[in-house]
C-alpha cells in the first residue's frame, strides 16, 4: 500500500540487532541516552548540522530511555512514539513494524468522496479509547460518512484534553491506548471502507512538558509572536531541521500509521517568510514520499480566506500556491449561526445572515473575498469562485463552534428542531465538502465542553483565564462558567450513544441517513459541478442542479419565515418531491408544501425536487 523506503530519521530506530538513536542538539557538548531500567548510559556520536546518534546493540522494542544534554535532567525523546508514563516521563521503544495491516488494497478516498465525521477520541465512547471507537464505524458507516477526522492524538499532560496541548507530536496519547490501539483503529475503519484523517499542530506546542528547548534554543523565535507566545522559527537561520521536524511528524502518520490525510491546525498561525512556506514544503515533500495511486488529503484551516493554499504550485506563480486539498472554510458556519440565532458578539458581526448573503458565500466558496471586515478593520480575503467547491470543508457545528462557547452548547441546543433539520440539509446538499461534528447526526443532548487534566498551578491559570474570557458576556457569570479541571467537566462532555433510539434522536438520525444517502446515489450530488444557488426572499435559498443525463435537482431552504414560490419560474416543468425535512418521518409538522406548480413554506424548512 506505501512506499516501505521512507524510515522516520530521528527517534529510536529499533532493528534485529538494537536500536539506533539520533537527536537534534546543535549546541549541546555532549547527548547520552540513558535506558532508564537498568541506568546504562551511551554517549552519542556527533554528526554534522548538530545532529547526534548511536547504534546500541540488544536494546529491544519496549525498552525505556531518555535523553541527558550535557549532564542536565532526564528528558524524553522529542520524536518519542510512545509515553507510557507520562509527557514527563521516559520514552519507549516502539517497533513501527510491528503491527500486521490488512488494508494491502486501500488507496485513500478522493477529495470529491469527502464526508467528514470530526470526533474527539476521548469522549467520543465511554471508554474514550481507539479501540472502543471501533465498536462505533459501523454506525458510521450506516450513517454515510466517508472518513472520521480525529481531533490531536499527539501525547499532551495528564489524562484528558482536547489535544492542542500536545508535546509529544510522535507519541500517540497513551490514555487513548497508544500506537498499537491508534493501528488498530485505522486498519478497521479502512476494512470498512472508511478514511481517517488526523489533526495535527504544527504552530505550537502545549506550555507543560514541552522540552524542545532544552534540546536546541532554535526551535522557537520571538521574531515573530503567536497566541501562544513565541512563533516556532521555521524560518530563521537554524530553521533546517526545525522545519524537517514538522515534515517528518507529517510523513510518520502517513507512512507508519496510514493516515488517509491531515487536518493542519492554524496554519496562518505558522509565521514563515522563508521563499517556500512550511506548509507548502511539506505537501510536495509527503506527496513525492507515496505511490502515485495513493490518495492522501491535506486540509487547512487558515482564516486569511486565500485560495493559493488549494492552488497547485505553478512556476508562474512562484511561492503564492501551496497544493494543499481543502480549507476550512468558517464563512458558512457563521452566516448560518447568524441567520438562525441573530447572534452578533465577537466574529458574527461581520455577517449578516440573510439569504442573499447566505446565497453568495455558497456561490463564491466564502463571504469575505478582499471586501472590508469591520471586525478585524482590514480587507479579507480573495476570488475563490472559480475553485471546486470541494476543497471548502463546510460545517454548521465543529469542535471550535461547540467547545469554544461558554457552555458548550451544541446549535440543537439554542435553536428549534425544524430550523436545525433545515441547516442540516443545507449543509448536507450544498456542492462544497461537509463536515459533521460528532453527535450532531442525532442533535446529541450532551455539550461539548473545554477540559484539561494539568498540573494544579497551571490548571488554576487555564481556569482563571477561561473564566475572564467570558466574563463580558452579560449571558455567563464567572461561577457559571464549568472548571476545565474538574473531571465532572470532562465525563459529562462524553457521548451518549443509546440516546439514539429515543425518537426526539432517531428521527433527526434518519434525517442525516436519508441526506446522505441522496448526496452518494443521485449523480448531480455526485458531480456537484452544475450548482447555481439564488436567494428565494429574505430567509430562504434554492440551489439548483442541473443534470441533463440524471435530471435536475431542486433544493429549497428556509431558515424562516414564509415563503411562496412558483415552480414554473425555475424552467424546469414537473417537479416531485424526493424529500421534505418537517415530513412526520423525521418528526416535523408533516403538512403540505406543494399545490399544483406552487411551493408553500411555512417556517424552517428543506425540501428537495427531483425532475
Known amino acids: ?25 546543535p549546541v549541546a557538548q555532549r547527548v547520552d541516552v540513558v535506558l532508564t531500567e537498568t541506568g546504562q548510559h551511551y554517549t552519542l556520536n556527533r554528526e554534522p548540522h548538530g545532529y547526534f546518534s548511536r547504534d546500541i546493540a540488544g536494546v529491544a522494542p519496549g525498552t525505556l530511555y531518555a535523553y541527558r544534554v ?24 516502539v517497533d513501527p513494524g510491528a503491527f500486521t495491516w490488512s488494508d494491502h488494497d486501500w488507496r485513500g478516498l478522493a477529495l470529491e468522496d469527502l464526508v467528514i465525521y470530526e470526533l474527539h477520541v476521548g469522549t467520543a465512547t465511554p471508554d474514550g479509547t481507539f479501540e472502543a471507537l471501533i465498536e462505533r464505524l459501523d454506525a458510521l458507516v450506516e450513517l454515510g460518512v466517508t472518513a472520521i477526522e480525529l481531533m490531536p492524538v499527539a501525547d499532551f499532560p495528564g489524562e484528558r484534553n482536547w489535544g492542542y496541548d500536545g508535546v509529544n507530536l510522535f507519541a500517540p496519547a497513551y490514555s487513548y491506548g497508544g500506537a498499537q490501539g491508534l493501528c488498530r483503529l485505522v486498519d478497521a475503519a479502512h476494512a470498512r471502507g472508511l478514511a481517517v484523517l488526523l489533526d495535527v499542530v504544527y504552530n505550537h506546542l502545549g506550555p507543560d512538558g514541552n522540552y524542545l528547548r532544552e534540546f536546541s534554543p532554535y526551535y522557537f523565535t520571538d521574531r515573530h509572536a503567536t497566541p501562544w507566545g513565541d512563533a516556532i522559527d521555521v524560518d530563521g537561520q537554524h530553521a533546517g531541521p526545525v522545519r524537517d521536524f514538522f515534515i517528518a511528524n507529517a510523513l510518520y502518520w502517513a507512512h507508519e500509521y496510514h493516515i488517509d490525510g491531515l487536518r493542519l491546525d492554524a496554519v496562518h498561525a505558522i509565521i514563515d517568510t522563508s521563499p517556500t512556506h512550511l506548509i507548502a514544503e511539506l505537501a510536495s515533500t509527503l506527496r513525492s514520499s507515496l505511490p502515485p495511486d495513493r490518495h492522501f488529503l491535506l486540509i487547512a484551516e487558515h482564516d486569511a480566506n486565500d485560495p493559493a493554499l488549494v492552488r497547485r504550485p505553478d512556476p508562474a506563480l512562484a511561492r503564492a500556491a501551496w497544493g494543499l486539498d481543502g480549507i476550512w472554510s468558517d464563512d458558512f458556519h457563521h452566516q448560518v449561526r447568524v441567520a438562525l440565532t441573530g447572534e452578533r458578539d465577537g466574529y458574527y458581526a461581520d455577517y449578516s445572515g440573510t439569504a442573499q448573503d447566505l446565497a453568495a458565500t455558497i456561490s463564491q466558496n466564502w463571504f469575505f473575498h478582499g471586501q472590508l471586515s469591520p471586525h478585524l478593520g482590514r480587507a479579507r480575503g480573495a476570488p475563490a469562485a472559480d475553485l471546486a467547491p470541494t476543497h471548502f470543508i463546510y460545517c454548521i457545528q465543529n469542535h471550535d463552534q461547540v467547545g469554544n462557547r461558554a457552555l458548550g452548547d451544541r446549535l440543537n441546543h439554542v435553536v428549534p428542531l425544524d430550523a436545525y433539520r433545515a441547516a442540516s440539509a443545507l449543509l448536507l446538499l450544498a456542492p462544497q465538502t461537509p463536515l459533521l461534528w460528532m453527535g450532531q447526526e442525532w442533535a446529541a443532548s450532551t455539550p461539548f465542553l473545554f477540559f484539561t487534566d494539568h498540573n494544579p498551578e497551571l490548571g488554576r491559570a487555564v481556569t482563571e483565564g477561561r473564566r475572564r474570557e467570558f466574563a463580558r458576556f452579560t449571558a455567563f457569570h464567572k461561577q457559571s462558567i464549568p472548571d476545565p479541571q474538574a473531571l465532572e467537566t470532562f465525563t459529562q462532555t462524553k457521548l451518549r450513544w443509546e440516546e439514539r433510539s429515543k425518537p426526539e434522536h432517531a428521527f433527526v438520525l434518519l434525517l442525516y441517513q436519508d441526506l446522505l444517502s441522496l448526496r452518494r446515489r443521485h449523480l448531480v450530488l455526485r458531480q456537484r459541478t452544475s450548482c447555481v444557488t439564488r436567494a428565494v426572499g429574505d430567509r430562504t435559498i434554492s440551489l439548483h442542479y442541473h443534470g441533463p443525463e440524471s435530471g435536475d435537482l431542486f433544493v429549497v431552504v428556509s431558515l424562516g419565515g414564509v415563503t411562496r414560490l412558483d415552480l414554473t419560474t425555475t424552467g424546469s416543468p414537473g417537479w416531485n418531491l424526493l424529500l421534505d425535512s418537517e415530513s412526520s418521518t423525521y418528526g416535523g409538522r408533516g403538512t403540505p408544501i406543494l399545490r399544483g406548480t406552487h411551493l408553500h413554506l411555512d417556517g424552517a424548512r428543506a425540501v428537495v425536487l427531483a425532475r
Request: proline share 12%; hydrophobic share 45%; no cysteine.
Open 1 to 25: 500500500m506505501l512506499s516501505i523506503s521512507w524510515k522516520l530519521p530521528i527517534g529510536a530506530q529499533p532493528h534485529a540487532a538494537g536500536t539506533t538513536f539520533r537527536v537534534w542538539a
Open 70 to 93: 550535557d549532564q542536565a535532567a532526564l528528558r524524553p525523546d522529542p520524536a518519542s512514539r510512545a509515553q507510557p508514563s507520562g509527557v514527563h516521563g521516559p520514552s519507549m521503544v
